[in-house]
């Protein structure tokens, strides 16, 4: 099993400019996760799915879309780059495992280094 | 959410047990304490996690204190491969918060 895998692994954009980052785990997982870390700092929540179809907005989904038409698949745009979206994106899985959401472990990708010029 | 508070950096040697504080005095019921790690260029890579109880695997150990505002993860043997940024994280929800971490630095 490849796990998390991120497509690109590096990019460099200009401002306005628009891409989409693809993130594909082969694990059946039902849950789906964008996350955004900048430099020295802790990974941040952008966007989540729980289902096929669904999508959550997390701590930072200004300027970001997503969407999740495969189980498999969670992709997460940007329409119009800016400098502040230069950032490691990281996407993370996970599966239900006990009664609540606390007891789930989540399994991340190697990430996608951003640089929005 | 309730936070978690933990050293900037520590320092360990090789081969000698490391023991990571994390304080969560404002930890509620139902929240879940997880230990996540990232290797320099990595994503984050699970490690532990436990609710009440002690709890160990082939990873590490997680000793929580009996009011649960605060537990220790123990590296039993620190490998120069265990030097990361260790993260204390609180979980009741879909979202993992991750703060600042830990800086492990591991000299042979």
């Known amino acids: 099993n490849a796990g998390v895998t991120q497509t690109p692994k590096f990019r460099v954009l200009k401002t306005g400019q628009s891409m989409t980052l693809l993130c594909a785990q082969d694990?059946?997982?039902?849950?789906m996760y964008w996350y955004r870390q900048d430099p020295g700092m802790g990974l941040r929540l952008i966007h989540y799915?729980?289902?096929?179809?669904?999508?959550a907005k997390g701590e930072v989904p200004d300027g970001y879309n997503v969407s999740r038409l495969k189980k498999q698949n969670f992709l997460l745009g940007l329409e119009s780059a800016a400098p502040s979206q230069t950032s490691v994106y990281f996407c993370?899985?996970?599966?239900?495992?006990?009664?609540?959401?606390?007891?789930?472990?989540?399994?991340f990708g190697p990430g996608t280094r951003l640089l929005v010029l | 959410d309730a936070k978690t508070t933990q050293p900037n950096s520590m320092e360990s040697n090789e081969e000698e047990p490391v023991h990571l504080p994390c304080n969560h005095s404002?930890?509620?019921?139902?929240?879940?304490i997880h230990w996540y790690r990232q290797l320099p260029s990595q994503g984050p890579e699970y490690v532990i996690h436990g609710l009440t109880s002690n709890v160990n695997n082939r990873m590490a150990s997680l000793a929580i204190a009996e009011d649960r505002k605060s537990s220790t993860l123990i590296l039993h043997r620190a490998t120069l491969r265990d030097a990361a940024v260790y993260y204390c994280?609180?979980?009741?929800?879909?979202?993992?918060?991750f703060g600042k971490g830990t800086s492990l630095l591991v000299t042979p």
């Open positions: 994280i609180l979980k009741a929800g879909y979202a993992l918060n």
């Open positions: 799915s729980v289902g096929e179809g669904t999508t």
């Open positions: 694990m059946n997982h039902e849950y």
């Open positions: 404002t930890i509620s019921g139902t929240d879940y």
């Open positions: 993370a899985s996970s599966y239900p495992q006990g009664a609540g959401r606390g007891e789930e472990t989540q399994y």
